[in-house]
T-cell receptor
Framework: AQSVTQLGSHVSVSEGALVLLRCNYS??????LFWYVQYPNQGLQLLLK??????LVKGINGFEAEFKKSETSFHLTKPSAHMSDAAEYFC????????????FGQGTELSVKP | DTAVSQTPKYLVTQMGNDKSIKCEQN?????MYWYKQDSKKFLKIMFS???????INETVPNRFSPKSPDKAHLNLHINSLELGDSAVYFC????????????FGPGTRLTVT
């Protein structure tokens, strides 16, 4: 069965520093991969998605992620953190013929220090 | 215009009551979903519907009954509410059944006392 693991439930960076949020998945077939962001008391907003095109995916707000099949990883990065990036980040996987469901990782809370 | 909307945003009720949460999307999508986010922020699929047809029922208790009167609406009715039902419930929609991104509503925070 497919699963998603996000390493680190809390990540803290200084403003202007590199953001790296880790995501590993397990799947027997090529997956679709997503990163979502959730700000306090709000719904989830799509940051970016991988759907078997380019392995380096650029998203909104300066985020990007690289799909590495050999490592079964889809880590999220941003070169320079901004205070407004503080939020909960979720990695998710979806497979064909699975009813469209997203399987989420446990989430990583990103804190940005001034 | 809100793409995916849910009502109510907050719902506080007592154990044993029956309540409903409504969801509407104006994106023209064919597929809609309900997810549950627990107190540890873990998100789990509950149901998916495609063209008003139930596709996924992810081992959800029978007390939860989704209803899709048309493609733009997916409501969630919960009977005999229990303390463990307290959570945030998110509705989502997608253009297609597989592989497409899902657009989420703002969530309904259900508190059962």
């Amino acid at each position: 069965a497919q699963s998603v693991t996000q390493l680190g439930s809390h990540v803290s960076v200084s403003e202007g520093a590199l953001v790296l949020l880790r995501c590993n998945y397990s799947s027997s077939v090529p997956p679709y991969l997503f990163w979502y962001v959730q700000y306090p008391n709000q719904g989830l907003q799509l940051l970016l998605k991988y759907t078997s095109a380019a392995t380096l995916v650029k998203g909104i707000n300066g985020f990007e992620a690289e799909f590495k099949k050999s490592e079964t990883s889809f880590h999220l990065t941003k070169p320079s953190a901004h205070m407004s990036d503080a939020a909960e980040y979720f990695c998710a996987v979806s497979l064909l013929n699975q009813g469209g469901k997203l399987i989420f990782g446990q989430g990583t809370e990103l804190s940005v220090k001034p | 215009d809100t793409a995916v909307s849910q009502t109510p945003k907050y719902l506080v009720t007592q154990m044993g009551n029956d309540k409903s949460i409504k969801c509407e999307q104006n994106l023209g999508h064919d597929t809609m979903y309900w997810y549950k986010q627990d107190s540890k922020k873990f998100l789990k699929i509950m149901f998916s519907y495609n063209n008003k047809e139930l596709i996924i029922n992810e081992t959800v208790p029978n007390r939860f009954s989704p209803k899709s009167p048309d493609k733009a609406h997916l409501n969630l009715h919960i009977n005999s509410l229990e303390l463990g039902d307290s959570a945030v419930y998110f509705c989502a929609s997608s253009l297609q059944l597989s592989g497409g991104e899902q657009y989420f509503g703002p969530g309904t925070r259900l508190t059962v006392t």
